[in-house]
């Protein structure tokens, strides 16, 4: 069984990196009040353990490049498959 949490907003995601220990993280990249770089850098500072999975709508090949030079365990373009995105998520967390 899995303990989740989830944060309506960037600052509530930024609350609870800060102050909770968590095994995976998965991290939209275009937030609304803020870069999920930063919530990224925050996850490897305060977790550096944590796997991270990133889902995005990006398709710019050299900016995911660089996105993943920066640390998530994985990069999902959007749409996705569920059931596969679920297979990542449980590998992950296997690990």
């Known amino acids: 069984m899995y303990h989740t949490d989830t944060a309506q907003d960037f600052k509530a995601a930024e609350h609870l990196i800060s102050t909770q220990m968590f095994d995976l993280v998965v991290l939209d990249s275009a937030l609304p009040e803020g870069k999920g770089a930063h919530l990224m850098a925050l996850v490897h500072q305060h977790a550096p353990e944590a796997a991270i999975v ?3 709508a990006l398709t ?12 998530p365990a994985e990069h ?3 749409p996705f498959d569920l ?13």
Do not use: E
Not at 60 to 71: M, S, T
Not at 83 to 95: P, Q, S, V
């Open 54 to 56: 990133r889902v995005s």
């Open 60 to 71: 710019d090949l050299q900016l995911i490049r660089n996105l993943l030079f920066r640390g």
């Open 76 to 78: 999902s373009n959007r």
């Open 83 to 95: 059931m596969a995105f679920y297979k990542r998520i449980n590998h992950h967390l296997a690990a």
